[in-house]
């Protein structure tokens, strides 16, 4: 069973740029597409940015240009570098996983297998 744990959230600055991580453990990720979910107070959950196994990355346009998703396939660890954080960035952020790389289908919720349980992140202003 995959297990995947965030780190990296709390308090932030509106403007701040911290940097979450998600290790992996439990199985092999090999060939398999990692990505950030997020959910806000009172909101849906939705994709924010995912990467394949060799680098492609793939964001939301809500993100674009601020975050920048990462990962070292030796240390089995996925990064999220968020910079100029703004208040409605503030959300629990969930470190997914799944075993194929149909870019048609990363920003939907029910195709990713593997879900950690989750950092929130809060923006003050």
């Known amino acids: 069973q995959a297990q995947l744990v965030e780190s990296g959230g709390g308090l932030v600055q509106a403007g701040g740029s911290p940097r979450l991580s998600c290790a992996a453990s439990?199985?092999?990720?090999?060939?398999?597409?990692m990505g950030w979910f997020r959910q806000a107070p009172g909101k849906e959950r939705e994709f924010t940015s995912a990467i394949n196994w060799i680098g492609s990355q793939y964001y939301a346009d809500f993100v674009k240009g601020r975050f920048t998703i990462s990962r070292d396939n030796a240390k089995n660890t996925l990064y999220l570098q968020m910079n100029n954080l703004k208040p409605e960035d503030t959300a629990v952020y969930y470190c997914?996983?799944?075993?194929?790389?149909?870019?048609?289908?990363?920003?939907?919720?029910?195709?990713?297998?593997?879900w950690g349980k989750g950092t929130l992140v809060t923006v003050s202003s």
């Open positions: 997914v996983a799944r075993p194929d790389s149909d870019p048609y289908t990363i920003a939907t919720m029910t195709s990713w297998n593997s």
């Open positions: 439990g199985r092999t990720f090999t060939g398999y597409t």
